[in-house]
């Protein structure tokens, strides 16, 4: 069992920074890979950005591509996701989820623990 805590969501005017991190719970954190997912109300739930397990490899959705940074310390069983040059269209609540196995999956049915959410709101 995995549980994940997200945290450093907020309000941004529009080309401001943030980065959301995401605690995990359990001794395997560095056998699971990680990924970010974000929902806009009535929107359904997107990809961001995947990690592998090492954090030597990295995928990014086309929308945030240049834009974001998916990164993870073993050490501390965290992930994080620094967003820079924020756009209104990036608001939304933002996931973080994780599962075994193979870091290139997009669909959130492929991953099976997920934590609360954070709310991101980038202003114009």
């Known amino acids: 069992q995995v549980q994940l805590i997200e945290s450093g969501g907020g309000l941004v005017q529009a080309g401001g920074s943030l980065k959301l991190s995401c605690a995990a719970s359990?001794?395997?954190?560095?056998?699971?890979?990680m990924g970010w997912f974000r929902q806009a109300p009535g929107k359904e739930r997107e990809f961001v950005a995947t990690?592998?397990?090492?954090?030597?490899?990295?995928n990014y959705a086309d929308s945030v591509k240049g834009r974001a940074t998916i990164s993870r310390d073993n050490a501390k069983n965290t992930v994080y996701l620094q967003m820079n040059s924020l756009k209104p269209e990036d608001t939304a609540t933002y996931y973080c989820?994780?599962?075994?196995?193979?870091?290139?999956?997009?669909?959130?049915?492929?991953?099976?623990?997920w934590g609360q959410g954070t709310q991101v709101t980038v202003s114009s």
């Open positions: 989820a994780a599962k075994y196995g193979d870091m290139w999956y997009t669909n959130p049915s492929a991953f099976a623990y």
């Open positions: 359990g001794r395997t954190f560095s056998s699971i890979a």
């Open positions: 990690i592998s397990r090492s954090g030597g490899t990295t």
